[in-house]
């Protein structure tokens, strides 16, 4: 499965965003999908979670109330929607699929997208 994230771009802080992550299999509608970022000189951050439903989903602290994951499992599409942007969700966003899970019931991410840039200006 390949995954393209895009959506990304300059946006005031206050600002929205709507990050796209397209897969090219069908197969994609059968796993749990993450968004994770990785700002500059940082580790890499889970942002959001959805399950292959789209009926349970998780989020970082940091960024509850203020952003929202949902797919559209006929248009192979999982989507994170941004409202409110500080300038410290400045980062490169990465989408990455889950088709297992490990003993512990943790998502084991296997495919992963190239990344989207999100830079907000403050």
């Known amino acids: 499965v390949q995954l393209q994230a895009s959506g990304g771009g300059l946006v005031q802080a206050g600002g929205s965003l709507r990050l796209s992550c397209v897969a090219s299999d069908r197969t994609f509608s059968n796993y749990a999908v993450g968004w994770f970022r990785r700002a500059p000189g940082k580790g890499d951050e889970f942002v959001a979670g959805i399950t292959w439903s789209g009926g349970d989903n998780s989020y970082a602290d940091s960024v509850k109330g203020r952003f929202t994951i949902s797919r559209d499992n006929a248009k192979n599409t999982v989507y994170l929607q941004m409202n409110s942007l500080k300038s410290e969700d400045t980062a490169v966003y990465y989408c990455?699929?889950?088709?297992?899970?490990?003993?512990?019931?943790?998502?084991?991410?296997?495919?992963w997208g190239q990344g989207t840039l999100v830079t907000v200006s403050s």
């Open positions: 990455a699929a889950a088709p297992t899970r490990n003993r512990r019931g943790e998502n084991v991410y296997e495919y």
